[in-house]
Each structure stands twice: as structure tokens, then as C-alpha cells.
């Protein structure tokens, strides 16, 4: 290679030559500044390719060692039909509620619970570098939390909302065949608490309309025998006996009708007989009535005055007032005559109708109050029969409420069954996970691309420092950007003996040193990368 020396003169001092790769301050010439954008990037190659090779083939070995040497992550799904109820809603509804989204986020949250991942990170040893460290459990199992992943498949259904038809449960993990059976493992898991979960909501909705079926039965019962108190301590007085107290009512006036006429006959035989003895007697006066029977036939006609009138009624005042004098009457009269001073009796003594008239007295009372014991419940039939509509219309409601329990609690039993006969709405595996044949994380091949576009990033800008912080002059309009002294002439390099054996020797140490050190940059990054799941789960976050 030449190399050419770069001379100047100027009246004022004596001319001089400078060799490139002499330091100075230089500027852009405007001769550069009208070069194209690709001559300067040829020039630069030129001088810099040795570096620019050296920085990207570096930096790429680097990163394709690291896409190489990362932990492979393995991924199996294994995919759950949702089948809906397989008896028809209008035969038996299911007494399980609720959005199907909002099911399988309580059963995740049930197979992500501390307990369940416990025993599985136990069961299929998982995660072996976290059960080496202290406190490996809540690592291990909020790691085996992140490596779980739901996927709910639906369908547009009617009103712009979407129905859960599907769902894939998968597992991310190192080994392919450990992470299929912990997939499969966990499908299991939601087969099992779906039904687990169905069984038991419909058995504490049978548990809870029981309870309230019995508290109601319990008032219901209550009202029964209230309605039945109130009926027995108010016999008699019922609205629907108004109509049989009324015929009795009429019966047993009749009865007092007939009471009194037969009252009025023995006071008149009694009257008759009273007479009879006063013709006998031959001090007495003829044609006069007794006064006791006198009496007695007032009584009797004041009686029916009262049934027809008041107490103010002119001829009730009228047999009162006459009644009180009799009474007198009877009080101020002397006591009767001597046995021995009177006449031949007759066969027939008024005495003998006092036996009659005292039995139908007796009756008369009886009569009169059974009348007014009647009257009174016809009086307080319309009460009665508020109270009983107060009482029955407290009952029905109670009956109805105990009806519609009833037959909930039925539906209810009804679902249960269908539930234990897993004929209600269930998740059935649909495909099982197997074990992947390609890894899913890290994605070398994208790994690959980046690390080719950093390694030549990186050569750019080192080449481009390179320029920078170079300030020798490499071109003869640099010279005269950087100085006004004319340029004479440009002598090329002269390449002596020693300058080729210094550059073998430069070849030599680059042809030793620049394969050590690219070995040492992948052994490097494989150390870096080699069991790095950290660096991979990172990466396959960043990318999704």
C-alpha cells in the first residue's frame, strides 16, 4: 500500500509536506460537502472495514450464541367444550346462575389457590432450580401461576354478546412431556370443580328453599290453628251461621208466641177458677177478678207491648203505671177469710194452675235468653266476620308463599338430580394436550434477525466513533479545509522492508486475537444464556 505525502508552500515561509495520518483540526471541505452520501460511506469502508467486520461479526456471534444456548420452553393446551344443559329448560331449569365467564374465573381462581399449585409443583416436580433455593414455595408456585393460561372461545351470540362454546387450559414448562401432563392435569382440575361447584350450588339452593319451605310451613301452621281458634271461641257468631241464626231466632219467637198464649189461657182458667170462688163465697163480692191474676194478664200483655214498642210508647206507661197500682193493691189487701167461715168450695182450686204457669214462666225466661243470645250473635256477626277476613286473608298469603316454595323447593330436588347426573351444563375434554414438537419460547429466529440488526448498529457507530475521534488529514481537500497555504504536491508512501514485515506481523497477531476473542464472546454469552429462563420468559413477554 502507498501512501501519499501531502506538501505546501507560501511566500512566507518555505514549503512542507505532511504525511496522512498527521493529527490536526480539520473541517468538512465544500468539495466533501458536495460528494455524495454514498462516496463518503465508500470511503469510510475503506478505511474502517477492518473495524466494522471485527464490531458485527463480534456482536452477531454474540447474539446468535445467546439465541442458541437460551432454555427451550415447551407449551401444551389442552381445549374443554362447554356443553350446555342436556335436559331442555322447559322441563327442568338448572338452579345454577351465573355468566359462564364469571364461573371460570372462580373456578381459576379455586385451581390457582396456593394449595392446588402446591401439589402440583409436587406432583410432577416442577421447577427444579426454585426447590433448590430457600423458600422455594411461594417462588414455585407464583411462577407456576404465570405459566398458566386461560383462553375462552366464543362465538357472537344474539344481542352483540359473546357465548363461551370453549376454553384452552395451557402449561408453559421445560420439559414437553411434563408440561402435556401438567396441561391434561389441570383440564381435569376444571372438569372436576365445575361439577364439584354445580353439585354443590344446587344442593345449597335445595338446602336454602328446604329451610325457607320449613319456616314457612311452621307459619303456615300457625295461621291454621289461629284461624281454627278463632273460629271454635267465636262459634255461633260466624258470618256463615247468620243465616241458621236467624231461622233460629224466628223458631224461638215463635216458641215465646206460643209461650205466651199458653201463659194467657191458665190465667184465664186461673181467672175463670178465681171467679168461681168469689160466687161461692157469700161476703165476696161477685164479678170481681183477682188481683194476682189481674196482675199477671198486665204483665203478660206489657211484655208484648216492649217486643213491639219503647219503654216511652203511651200504652207501655199505661200498663206500668197500672201494674204498680195492682201491685199495691195487693199489698194493702187484707189477709183471706177463715176456712171455717166460708162456703161450700168447688171441686176445682185456681192454686192447682201454679204449677203450670211457674213451668211456662220458666220457659218464657228460657226463651228470652236464648232470643237475646242469638240477637247478640247476629249483632256481632259483621265483627266476626272483619276479624276472620283480617286472619283468612293472612292465611292465603302465607298458603300462597308456601305453594310457591313448595314447588320451587321441587324444582330445586329436580335440578339437584339432573346435577348428580351430570345431565346439567358441564365441560367435557375435548382435546387432550400432547407433548410440542417445536418450542414456543425463546424465537431464535427473531432472536437471530434482532441480533443482526444490533450487530450492524453497533458496526456503524463504531465506525462512525472511529471518524470521529480520528483528526489526521486523508485527502487533499481535508488539507485545504483545515489551512489556507496552497498544497504543492502529494508524494505517495514509500513501502520499505520493514514496513511489510510489520504489517505480517499486525496480520499474524489479528489472525490470533481476532478468533480468541471471538471465542471468548461466545463462550460469554453462552454462560450468559446457558439455563437463563428468566432471560426467556422476559423475552417471550415482551414479544406477546
Same mark, same amino acid.
Given at each position: 500500500m502507498r501512501r501519499r505525502r501531502t506538501c505546501s508552500s507560501s511566500p512566507a515561509t518555505s514549503s512542507w509536506c505532511r504525511e496522512p495520518g498527521l493529527t490536526g483540526r480539520r473541517t468538512m471541505p465544500s468539495s466533501a460537502q458536495g460528494a455524495s452520501a454514498l462516496d463518503l460511506a465508500l470511503a469510510m469502508w475503506k478505511r474502517r472495514k477492518f473495524l466494522a467486520l471485527l464490531i458485527f461479526a463480534g456482536t452477531l456471534a454474540g447474539a446468535l450464541t445467546v439465541a442458541a444456548s437460551l432454555p427451550s420452553f415447551y407449551r401444551s393446551a389442552a381445549t374443554i367444550l362447554?356443553?350446555?344443559?342436556?335436559?331442555?329448560?322447559?322441563?327442568?331449569?338448572?338452579?345454577?346462575?351465573?355468566?359462564?365467564?364469571?364461573?371460570l374465573q372462580t373456578i381459576s381462581q379455586e385451581i390457582l389457590s396456593r394449595a392446588r399449585l402446591e401439589a402440583l409443583v409436587e406432583r410432577f416436580n416442577l421447577y427444579p432450580d426454585l426447590r433448590r433455593r430457600p423458600g422455594f414455595r411461594e417462588a414455585a408456585v407464583e411462577q407456576a401461576r404465570r405459566d398458566i393460561q386461560v383462553e375462552l372461545k366464543g362465538v357472537e351470540a344474539t344481542g352483540g354478546r359473546s357465548a363461551t362454546i370453549a376454553f384452552a387450559v395451557s402449561f408453559r414448562g421445560r420439559d414437553p412431556d411434563t408440561v402435556a401432563q401438567v396441561a391434561n392435569a389441570l383440564a381435569s382440575f376444571y372438569v372436576q370443580e365445575n361439577l364439584q361447584i354445580r353439585e354443590r350450588?344446587?344442593?345449597?339452593?335445595?338446602?336454602?328453599?328446604?329451610?325457607?319451605?320449613?319456616?314457612?310451613?311452621?307459619?303456615?301452621?300457625?295461621?291454621?290453628?289461629?284461624?281454627?281458634?278463632?273460629?271454635?271461641?267465636?262459634?255461633?257468631?260466624?258470618?256463615?251461621?247468620?243465616?241458621?241464626?236467624?231461622?233460629?231466632?224466628?223458631r224461638l219467637n215463635a216458641q215465646l208466641t206460643l209461650n205466651n198464649d199458653s201463659q194467657l189461657r191458665a190465667v184465664e182458667r186461673r181467672a175463670a177458677l178465681a171467679r168461681q170462688l168469689a160466687g161461692a163465697e157469700p161476703l165476696g163480692a161477685a164479678g170481681s177478678m183477682d188481683p194476682a191474676a189481674r196482675l199477671y194478664l198486665l204483665q203478660l200483655e206489657l211484655a208484648k207491648m216492649r217486643r213491639l214498642f219503647s219503654e216511652k210508647y203511651p200504652d207501655v206507661i199505661r200498663l206500668k203505671a197500672e201494674i204498680a197500682a195492682t201491685q199495691q193493691q195487693l199489698a194493702e189487701a187484707p189477709p183471706p177469710a177463715s176456712a171455717e167461715r166460708a162456703g161450700p168450695a168447688p171441686q176445682t182450686s185456681p192454686g192447682l194452675l201454679d204449677p203450670e204457669l211457674s213451668a211456662l214462666k220458666a220457659e218464657e225466661q228460657r226463651l228470652r235468653r236464648a232470643i237475646a243470645d242469638y240477637q247478640r250473635r247476629i249483632e256481632v256477626a259483621p265483627q266476626r266476620d272483619q276479624e276472620l277476613q283480617e286472619m283468612s286473608r293472612d292465611y292465603r298469603t302465607t298458603k300462597d308463599l308456601y305453594d310457591s316454595m313448595l314447588k320451587r323447593y321441587q324444582d330445586a330436588q329436580i335440578a339437584q338430580d339432573m346435577e348428580r347426573s351430570q345431565s346439567g351444563g358441564e365441560f367435557r375434554l375435548l382435546d387432550a394436550a400432547i407433548p410440542a414438537r417445536a418450542p414456543s419460547a425463546p424465537n431464535r429466529d427473531r432472536?437471530?434477525? +434482532?441480533? *443482526?440488526?444490533?450487530?450492524?448498529?453497533?458496526? @456503524?457507530?463504531?465506525?462512525?466513533?472511529?471518524?470521529?475521534? &480520528?483528526?489526521?488529514?486523508?485527502?487533499?481537500?481535508? +488539507?485545504? *479545509?483545515?489551512?489556507?497555504?496552497?498544497?504543492? @504536491?502529494?508524494i505517495p508512501?514509500?513501502?520499505?522492508?520493514? &514496513?511489510?514485515?510489520?504489517?505480517?506481523?499486525?496480520?499474524?497477531?489479528a489472525a490470533v486475537s481476532v478468533p480468541l476473542g471471538l471465542a471468548l464472546v461466545v463462550l460469554a454469552s453462552y454462560h450468559f444464556a446457558h439455563g437463563n429462563e428468566q432471560l426467556v420468559r422476559m423475552l417471550s413477554r415482551g414479544a406477546s
Open positions: 362447554v356443553q350446555r344443559q342436556q335436559v331442555a329448560e322447559t322441563f327442568v331449569r338448572s338452579s345454577v346462575t351465573g355468566e359462564m365467564d364469571a364461573r350450588q344446587a344442593t345449597d339452593t335445595a338446602q336454602f328453599l328446604k329451610a325457607q319451605l320449613d319456616e314457612t310451613k311452621s307459619r303456615l301452621d300457625a295461621e291454621e290453628q289461629r284461624v281454627g281458634a278463632f273460629k271454635r271461641s267465636h262459634l255461633g257468631e260466624l258470618p256463615e251461621q247468620v243465616g241458621v241464626n236467624m231461622a233460629t231466632l224466628e432472536l437471530a434477525l +434482532l441480533g *443482526a440488526l444490533v450487530a450492524l448498529g453497533a458496526a @456503524a457507530a463504531g465506525v462512525a466513533l472511529a471518524e470521529h475521534l &480520528d483528526t489526521s488529514f486523508h485527502t487533499v481537500d481535508d +488539507l485545504r *479545509a483545515f489551512s489556507r497555504i496552497p498544497v504543492l @504536491a502529494t508512501r514509500m513501502l520499505i522492508a520493514a &514496513d511489510a514485515t510489520e504489517r505480517r506481523r499486525r496480520l499474524r497477531l
